[in-house]
């Protein structure tokens, strides 16, 4: 289940809604309608709350029946301040705690199975960055849109899309139309305020048209005539709001500088005998052997404290 936002008559209304799988491709649908301030659904008590069970029974007319947690969780925004500070801490609790870095092949799927002009979204987002050379080589971070349907991701990106500020606007819609890819000038990665101001809208319009009719990108999700509101929010961006009033050649500078930076671990000391080692710590090979590993820490740290210069040692 997923939040949806919808933008009417300048007025903004919310809708739960779902994923699920439609012959080989997920769509969506709409749960329950919750009007334009889901906070009518809260319930509070002291300092905690929940929510009335009038959602729950719009929820069960659908046939679901929906985890308490979960269903929660997509009310957490509406809280009030107070009750939000002190409940936060709870938030997320348990969750990571069986991460495993991901092999190979678990990368390769993750770019197969996402979209790349999702995966520029993401990564800005993430990262802040104009330059998407290296974009595909952080996949766990696009595991995010695993399993989603088109309206899912949409309003995924429509949430996280809250915390960019005006002035980064034209930056982020200039990354993920991959505009630079037009332009041949070194600084094309740095500095796009720098870049043809009209040669930059040619560009867009035709990146915005080719996206609008990819249809592997629309896919389970149904069109209205004309240009979806999920592409409109971009052209606001780019046309209603200026790159940031910066130091173009300074920032070129940095960047080039940045660029170019390598970082050098120091050289590994020599590795030692094991006789060197028994020698050390003051104990023989064979009972140095036989420690474990609790063992061995706690005389290391013995060992290291009596031989730390500020005691005299080396």
Not at 65 to 92: C, K
Not at 106 to 119: E, G
């Amino acid at each position: 289940m997923y939040l949806a936002r919808r933008f009417e008559k300048n007025d903004v209304t919310y809708t739960i809604r779902e994923t699920y799988p439609e012959g080989d491709y997920l769509t969506h649908r709409d749960l329950a309608m919750l009007g334009n301030d889901p906070r009518h659904y809260i319930v509070y008590t002291g300092k905690s709350f929940y929510l009335h069970n009038s959602l729950y029974d719009l929820l069960g007319e659908k046939g679901v029946n929906p985890d308490p947690f979960e269903l929660e969780e997509l009310f957490f925004p509406f809280l009030d301040p107070y009750i939000r500070e002190r409940l936060s801490q709870f938030q997320g609790r348990g969750k990571g705690k069986n991460w495993r870095p991901l092999d190979k092949e678990s990368k390769k799927k993750i770019l197969q199975a996402t979209h790349v002009f999702d995966r520029r979204r993401i990564h800005f987002l993430r990262f802040g960055q104009i330059n998407q050379l290296r974009m595909d080589r952080s996949p766990a971070v696009f595991k995010v849109l695993l399993n989603k349907s088109r309206d899912e991701i949409e309003q995924y990106c429509i949430n996280a899309e809250l915390l960019l500020r005006p002035a980064e606007y034209k930056q982020y819609i200039f990354t993920i139309f991959n505009l630079q890819f037009y332009f041949n000038e070194s600084f094309a990665r740095s500095m796009p305020q720098a870049l043809s101001a009209e040669q930059m809208d040619e560009h867009f319009i035709t990146e915005l048209c080719k996206l609008d009719s990819d249809a592997e990108f629309w896919l389970g999700m149904k069109r209205p005539g004309g240009l979806p509101d999920y592409l409109k929010r971009y052209a606001i961006m780019f046309y209603d709001y200026s790159f940031p009033n910066t130091d173009a050649w300074g920032e070129y500078i940095n960047d080039f500088m940045n660029s170019r930076r390598r970082y050098s671990p120091p050289p590994s000391s020599r590795t030692m005998s094991q006789k060197e080692i028994s020698t050390v710590f003051g104990i023989s090979q064979a009972d140095l052997n036989s420690m474990s590993k609790k063992e061995l820490t706690k005389l290391y740290r013995k060992k290291a404290h009596e031989h730390h210069p500020d005691k005299g040692g080396d």
